[in-house]
């Protein structure tokens, strides 16, 4: 998992495994989680959780980005590479 800030907000480039792990709650999710910055955190876990089917429905090869402006609110989420469910 990593962020990339552009000037409308941020993306997050989940892979496909963090992202599966993220759907089902897991535990070992947790871990990469806790190395991202405050208020990123936080956003990341409540767009996770109002998002979760959705997420789960575009997880691509390569994971799934989520779109987030500043203010933490999901505007986009797709995959990264061709469609693949976990």
Do not use: K
Not at 9 to 27: F, K, N
Not at 42 to 70: E, Q
């Amino acid at each position: 998992m990593w962020l990339e800030f552009r000037w409308w907000g941020v993306i997050v480039h989940l892979t496909r495994e963090a992202a599966c792990l993220a759907i089902t709650g897991s535990p070992n999710f947790e871990q990469p989680l806790n190395e991202v910055p405050e208020p990123w955190r936080t956003f990341i876990r409540a767009a996770i959780a109002a998002y979760s089917w959705t997420i789960g429905d575009r997880i691509g090869v390569d994971g799934v980005d989520i779109h987030l402006n500043w203010f933490g609110f999901v505007h986009w989420i797709g995959p990264s590479g061709a469609p693949q469910p976990c």
